[in-house]
């Protein structure tokens, strides 16, 4: 059965942050040729969504009616709204629960730990908000100058493009590095990884 990764979409979501990791994971599983990941946006309603600069999008499903999620990515943006939603903070809080594994990108990190998916846990977000963060919840360990941060069953990424390679990196996680690359190359993206040794040390 195909892995079913949900993106979490709301008004003013960066574009990237949520078309970038859709790419990746729709080309992994055009490149493995085996159907690997079925990937689907979701908003609170299926209604027509504005992310950031007015970029229209339809979200596939709404808090009630979307399958069963086994990878939930939460985007950044303009989270400031969607953060003091507590249907929101509740449903991110009882995916994270239910899914194998919940990432997020840029300032999702800041839902995250609204809902308290993330608590004292090692993250990262967009370098413009990594004093914010680290302030709003300071039991996070906030790292800076990496592209994600890997925790097991969570992961958070960097601002923007750095979702993209989180989204490689989830891919090598839940299938191969092999896949991994060959999706970058499809992509014609330079994937940038990790030093692994930095991102422990910090």
């Not at 840029?106 to 993250?123: E, M, R, Y």
């Not at 989204?167 to 970058?184: D, G, N």
Request: with cysteine.
């Amino acid at each position: 059965m195909a892995i079913k990764i949900g993106i979490y979409i709301y008004e003013d979501a960066e574009v990237l942050d949520f078309s970038g990791p859709f790419e990746v994971f729709t080309t992994a599983s055009r490149v493995s040729k085996n159907g690997l990941f079925e990937v689907f946006l979701i908003a609170e309603t299926t209604e027509i969504v504005k992310a950031r600069a007015g970029y229209k999008v339809v979200p596939d499903y709404g808090f009630s009616d979307h399958p069963v999620v086994d990878v939930l990515i939460v985007v950044g943006g303009d989270h400031s709204r969607e953060i003091h939603k507590t249907q929101v903070i509740e449903w991110i809080a009882l995916q994270a629960q239910q899914c194998s594994l919940v990432a997020s990108v840029c300032t999702g990190a800041f839902l995250l730990a609204q809902a308290q998916v993330i608590t004292d846990q090692q993250v990262t977000t967009h370098w413009e908000d990594l004093a914010d963060l680290k302030q709003s919840f300071p039991a996070l360990d906030v790292v800076s100058d990496v592209r994600w941060v890997d925790q097991g069953n969570i992961v958070t990424s960097g601002g923007i493009s750095a979702g993209i390679d989180m989204s490689l990196h989830l891919v090598s996680k839940l299938h191969s590095e092999a896949l991994a690359q060959r999706t970058a190359k499809q992509m014609e993206f330079l994937w940038l990884k990790n030093d692994q040794e930095k991102v422990q040390s910090k």
